[in-house]
């Protein structure tokens, strides 16, 4: 990946980051051998394959025509079949999956169970990054919005827009991940769709992914159940996935490198409700991180949050590489943390079980819920100064998921 290639159009964030350059405070690498040397931690392969852009791999041999998608890949002919024999059928094979239905075939609940259904499209740009990849990023981003509404994750489909010209390899890396991925969340991917688009009108893959899950409890979690005196808990520290999605993307070397923090939540989720914990909300932090979140359960519920800055966990490099490029950690995404709302009289409990469960712990405890103003959410500053927190004027950081 070469620093001089820009893959996004110059926003605000390039803007400081080109700044911070000149003025010498952060390191850009020339080449993955660079940055490779400079911090130690970023392997040769992750970053030759981090481009989104096909034409930008660097291969020692020059890739046949038929290792890379055509546009016959999503015909439906027989190079689609063959797609679907080598990439995908191995790397997904399950029994719904292996019928080679039009649709997947699907018990329902249990009586009396509800099912949750969301779905979420990958954009993300690069493929791969430090801590994940588009394909392990498709399944978390929607096993974990099932688990957000209380839902154990059950089944997933997943539909692939493919750039002509793509490695095949990529796609296979990508999708293999995948797989690995959803076996350890404990979800099927049971159908899935290709299509092709021409050269130029894509940018690489991407990937949409719907979800089914069983409520097997009686609770609505939701943000209308939130109650003033509700405790706010954060599942472990904030800012890890846009940092590094950021970091590979323009080419920054940070003294520690960042990974992501991509990673399901379904586990904590379910010890939380099998402890017997009456959850009243659940949130991931994904875009606009937690500062988003939590405005969009104060408006929704019709409450006000009041959190304390100094109780939110960012861990130091996440820290410093805010500070120098003036973001916000509490607006960088998150692809593995969650906020939860729970009665006070539970609190401790919840936060321990979350402790034992959760990854990128440990938890905390950042706020409570009070009955006014309706949708208002003030931070306590470190110096302990109250501030109103507002949702974004624009986008911080695009594509990051
Ligand atoms: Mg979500």
Request: charged share 20%; net charge negative; glycine share 12%.
């Amino acid at each position: 990946m070469s620093a001089d290639r820009v893959e996004m159009p110059h926003n605000a964030v390039s803007a400081v980051i080109d700044r911070r350059y000149r003025e010498g405070r952060i390191g850009r690498f020339r080449s993955a051998v660079t940055l490779v040397t400079g911090t130690g931690a970023v392997n040769v392969g992750a970053m030759s394959d981090a481009s989104p852009n096909p034409a930008a791999f660097s291969c020692p041999v020059p890739l046949a025509r038929q290792e890379e998608i055509q546009m016959a890949h999503g015909g439906g002919g027989r190079l689609t079949q063959q797609l679907i024999d080598r990439v995908f059928a191995p790397a997904f094979h399950n029994p719904a999956l292996d019928a080679r239905h039009d649709g997947a075939l699907l018990s329902a609940p249990p009586s009396g169970l509800r099912l949750a259904f969301t779905t979420d499209s990958h954009v993300v740009s690069p493929l791969f990054f430090p801590g994940g990849d588009i394909g392990a990023l498709a399944v978390h981003g929607t096993v974990n919005d099932l688990a957000m509404c209380g839902a154990r994750p059950k089944w997933l489909s997943a539909g692939f827009i493919l750039e002509e010209g793509l490695p095949i390899a990529t796609l296979e890396r990508a999708v293999a991940s995948m797989g690995a991925a959803a076996r350890a969340a404990g979800v099927e991917i049971v159908t899935g769709d290709t299509k092709v688009v021409e050269r130029g009108k894509g940018d690489g893959l991407y990937v949409n992914t719907a979800g089914v899950g069983w409520i097997e409890h009686g609770l609505t979690i939701a943000p209308t159940s939130v109650r003033a005196g509700d405790i706010v808990l954060l599942s472990g520290d904030v800012g890890r996935h846009g940092m590094a999605i950021l970091a590979q993307r323009e080419g920054l070397a940070f003294e520690s490198p960042i990974e992501s923090d991509s990673a399901p939540l379904w586990p904590a989720v379910e010890a939380l409700l099998a402890a017997g914990i009456a959850v009243h909300c659940l949130r991931d932090l994904t875009r606009g991180g937690l500062a988003t979140a939590v405005i969009e359960i104060a408006e929704a519920a019709g409450l006000a949050m009041a959190l304390d800055e100094t109780a939110v966990p960012v861990s130091e490099p996440v820290r410093g590489a805010c500070e120098i490029l003036g973001l916000d950690p509490l607006y960088v995404a998150n692809e593995g943390r969650f906020v939860a709302f729970v009665p006070a009289a539970q609190a401790d409990a919840a936060l321990a079980i979350i402790g034992k469960t959760a990854p990128g712990g440990p938890p905390a405890r950042i706020g409570e819920v009070r009955p006014a103003p309706a949708g208002q959410v003030t931070l306590r500053s470190v110096v302990g100064v109250e501030r109103v927190l507002d949702r974004l004027s624009g986008e911080q950081l695009p594509r990051i998921c």
